[in-house]
Each structure stands twice: as C-alpha cells, then as structure tokens.
C-alpha cells in the first residue's frame, strides 16, 4: 500500500555503532591516535598561587608549585615545576627541576634542571644536564654529576675440563726413592 522510497529513509542509529555510509561514499580510516594505544600519564599535583607551604615536602608524584614554599623539597622520582608566580625557600631534591619562578636555595636533579628566562635563583646547582636560557638570572655555582655507568654481570668462564686424578703414590715407592729406610723397619749401618 504505501512504499518508501530508499532515499527516504534514514539509519536507524544504535547506541555504540555508527552508521553505515552511503553506497556511493567512501570510507575514511580513522586517525592514527585513534588506534593507538592510550599513552600512560604521570599524575601531577599542583600547589596555587595563596598556598604557603612551611616544612618539609616529600612527593612520589610530579609537583607544579604557584605558592610559596619554606622548608625542604624532596621529589625523588618526579618532575617538580616552580611555575612564574611560584617563590621556593627551600634545598631541592628531584628527578628532574624546571624553575620558572623564584628559587633561593641549592637544586640537586638526578635527570636535568631547567632554568627558563623569567626565573631567578639564588643557589647551587648539581645534576647531569643543567639548561639556563637567556634573560633568566641565576647566582651559584654548578656542579655537573656524570651517572655512574650500570656494571653488567661478567660473563661466565668457558666450561674447563676437570683435572685428571692421579693414583695416590703408595708409601713404599716414596720411601727407597730416597736414602732413608723404610719406615718401621731396622735401620742398619
């Protein structure tokens, strides 16, 4: 009685599918990102502008610091970031440093320490990579660490044939080899 027309007519859609494209269309694959597996990321705390931090600060995660903080600094596998508005009074001791704020104290960095072109810091450096760009203003002394080449196991000694055993040498063959008498017999003269 009544006929659609195919053109009339639209996909019904169904939730998690997409619809099939129209005979004539061409598929496009998706993006690479799409198909990638999803890239892991570190979780980083962040510290604002009107925190103000006195003590010792202790992190497993990386740390964005826009407050202030008196004290000491200690992050031992992660990235710690003093970021433009962040002021640090503290001994600092990180994976990797990027200071972008103020810093008055001493920067030790297993990785590398950054110093960007609006930063300030008063203190010494030591690490494997140290990075200051132009305009930045910085007072110390630096301090480059090489990391202590990884010794590899050596390697096992070629397989050597055991020694052959020698028959014990009988009492009696030791004895008259020499000028001695045998032992326990009479000694003549």
């Known amino acids: 009685m009544w006929k ?4 009339d007519t639209t996909p019904e859609r169904t939730p998690g599918l997409s619809p099939r494209p129209p005979a004539g269309a ?4 998706p993006p690479p ?10 979780a980083e705390a962040t510290i604002g502008k009107s925190v103000l931090i006195k003590g010792q600060l202790y992190s497993e995660e990386d740390l964005h610091l826009d407050g202030q903080v008196e004290g000491t600094l200690e992050l031992p596998n992660s990235r710690f970031t003093v970021g433009k508005s962040g002021k640090v009074q503290a001994n600092i001791k990180a994976r990797e440093v990027d200071v972008q704020g103020t810093v008055h104290g001493n920067i030790e960095a297993l990785e590398k320490i950054t110093i960007r072109s609006a930063a300030n810091l008063v203190g010494d450096l030591k690490s494997a990579t140290i990075s200051i760009e132009d305009g930045a203003y910085f007072k110390g002394s630096i ?6 080449p990884v010794k590899a196991p050596p ?6 044939p ?11 063959a030791t004895a008259s080899s020499g000028n001695q008498p045998p032992s326990g017999g009479p000694r003549k003269g």
């Open 4 to 7: 659609r027309n195919k053109e």
């Open 26 to 29: 061409q598929s496009v694959p």
């Open 33 to 42: 990102a799409a198909t990638a597996a999803p890239r892991v990321t570190r």
């Open 143 to 148: 301090d480059i660490v090489r990391p202590a």
């Open 155 to 160: 390697p096992p000694a070629p397989a050597r």
């Open 162 to 172: 055991a020694p052959r055993a020698q028959p014990p040498a009988s009492s009696a």
